[in-house]
């Protein structure tokens, strides 16, 4: 059997070129990065020409809160964009950049899997078009000039203890988490705390996926909060006149990615951050072209639907317009029985009530799309090799119970062909009635906002806040930021906050100990339980496995 990279290294590749003709992108609007991936031009996405175009419909993919078994999220999303252009739809998938600390880390790669990837894989789950270099650049760049600011006499007044704006590398580093700079002596600037983010967490790239043209861009990077002067007034990235040169910095990196799957169906791959910690969709920018150029763009959200799909509609949705006309909910036998709580090490075994018990995950995911967001939705059984039948009807069940079909789907050993029972069950969807909720109103204060999130999506009994958290809140909306959305981080693992409370937990207490202001994305961060903004490796990594050999040829990707 062959691994996913030398599926992909074995694939025959049409030019990036090609792919962008086929779309109606003329030559002059294309910007090619070698031979399989290109940038589309931002002056042609303002053209009449691309905005009088009719709008395509979205398909949102989520899935059942993630596993160690695996769900396959992404590898759904791409069989489904190949299943439905074998049926005749004009379809295309827009996805997240894969961030490299999950790649060296215990994740692997994000380009698919199997027969369902995104290519050129290699590429992708490495530098690509150089996305995250130029979003890391952006962030040191306002992190440098904040501490040069106060080295050279500090006439903003800037109050060093109060500096919430940190460092950021596309790695898992623990040990930058919490770090002192300035050592050394007057030279050097002022000794004070500070720390890193890893790229995927930072408010460049949240700013970056929602920004809609260069002058959004430059206005949210703008508005930016790095820190408070002694007098308590915000200090701003526009105070320190670092918009402009970030904008720079960021100009290319707006540009969406377009490259394709195995089977040709045209991919924009574009932005990547975390659906945990951040709000964990593509660009904007992305999946709008994608609506203006095809027919049916299927899209994913980070992990669940109490996550990364909750984020899309209340965060991404509400700042675009934007609306999904369906969701496909993934989920496997293995991944089931997991919340049914069976071992990890004896998911192999047939154990169909375990899949019934676990199913109480599903159904609390399709109760959050369909019932607090309403949109239709429609489940994908990404079925392994040792799923039995019954397991599989058992799935089906599940899903019966909650009003929703499931359709089993192979596209893992089989592509798009494997995937074409689904692509039909999301177009006998398509057309029904979409009435798109939020579980809070803008209005609501920002503890209400966080309330309403946790009962309704998370199935809590309520919030509580550490002392400097509640302070922070109360200070975010005296200083007239009380109408933002809430983006909360917490553990993919489960409906809580605890990331061993498997199935659909109830009546448990969300703690928020932390709040951060994205003045420029456009949101308040609400970072609960023991969720890390810089992850840390696994005592095995992934990276260990990754190798090249003298002709070049990369192995362990996966």
């Not at 691994?3 to 030559?27: F, K, N």
């Not at 002694?230 to 105070?239: F, H, L, S, Y």
């Not at 320190?240 to 394709?260: F, H, I, R, Y």
């Not at 397991?391 to 909650?402: D, P, R, S, T, Y």
Request: with cysteine; net charge negative; aromatic share 4%.
């Amino acid at each position: 059997m062959l691994s996913d990279i030398e599926i992909a290294q074995q694939a025959s590749l049409r030019p990036a070129t090609e792919i962008a003709a086929d779309l109606g992108i003329p030559a002059e609007a294309v910007v090619p990065y070698g031979n399989t991936k290109v940038k589309i031009a931002l002056p042609w996405l303002r053209t009449p020409e691309v905005e009088d175009r009719a709008q395509g419909r979205l398909v949102l993919v989520t899935a059942v809160s993630p596993t160690p078994a695996g769900e396959g999220k992404t590898t759904t999303s791409v069989g489904l964009a190949d299943g439905l252009s074998r049926l005749g739809q004009r379809s295309l998938v827009a996805l997240r950049e894969p961030s490299m600390g999950p790649v060296f880390g215990m994740k692997g790669g994000a380009a698919g899997g199997g027969y369902a990837q995104v290519v050129p894989m290699e590429d992708i789950n490495l530098h690509f078009t150089g996305d995250f270099a130029a979003i890391a650049a952006a962030n040191n760049l306002l992190a440098a000039l904040l501490d040069n600011h106060v080295h050279h006499g500090n006439t903003l007044d800037i109050d060093v203890r109060t500096v919430t704006w940190k460092r950021v590398v596309d790695l898992n580093d623990r040990a930058l988490r919490d770090i002192v700079v300035g050592l050394g002596g007057t030279p050097n600037g002022f000794p004070r705390e500070d720390g890193f983010d890893i790229v995927v967490a930072s408010e460049v790239m949240a700013i970056l996926c929602l920004a809609t043209s260069l002058g959004d861009l430059k206005e949210r990077l703008g508005r930016i909060v790095v820190a408070h002067t002694r007098d308590k007034k915000p200090v701003t990235a526009r105070d320190l006149e670092a918009d402009g040169a970030m904008a720079v910095l960021l100009k290319d990196a707006l540009s969406p990615n377009l490259v394709q799957t195995l089977e040709g169906t045209p991919a924009m791959i574009h932005g990547g951050p975390f659906a945990n910690i951040a709000h964990g969709c593509n660009s904007v920018m992305a999946t709008r072209t994608a609506l203006r150029l095809a027919d049916i763009v299927v899209t994913e959200a980070g992990f669940g639907a109490d996550l990364g799909a909750e984020k899309f509609i209340d965060i991404k949705c509400r700042t675009s317009g934007m609306r999904p006309s369906a969701a496909v909910v993934v989920a496997t036998v293995r991944a089931l029985k997991f919340h049914g709580g069976v071992a990890k090490d004896a998911l192999g075994v047939e154990d169909v009530e375990a899949v019934r018990r676990g199913g109480t995950n599903l159904r609390q995911h399709l109760t959050n799309l369909r019932e607090v967001f309403g949109v239709p939705a429609v489940v994908a059984i990404n079925r392994f090799p040792g799923d039995t039948d019954a397991e599989i009807e058992a799935v089906i069940e599940q899903a019966a119970e909650a009003g929703v079909p499931a359709y089993p789907a192979t596209h893992f050993a089989d592509g798009g062909a494997g995937a074409e029972a689904l692509a039909q069950g999301v177009l006998d969807v398509l057309d029904e009635d979409v009435r798109l909720r939020h579980p809070y109103d803008l209005a609501d204060p920002l503890v209400t906002k966080a309330e309403k999130l946790a009962e309704k999506v998370y199935g809590a009994s309520g919030v509580t806040w550490d002392g400097k958290a509640k302070r922070r809140l109360q200070q975010i909306t005296d200083e007239g930021y009380g109408d933002l959305p809430v983006c909360v981080a917490k553990t993919q693992y489960s409906f809580s906050t605890d990331p061993t409370a498997v199935g659909a937990p109830k009546g448990h207490i969300v703690h928020v100990r932390e709040v951060r202001l994205n003045a420029g994305a456009g949101f308040v961060v609400l970072v609960t339980g023991d969720v890390m903004t810089m992850p840390g490796l696994p005592k095995v990594p992934a990276s260990g496995h990754i190798d090249v050999s003298d002709d070049g040829t990369v192995s362990g990707l996966s």
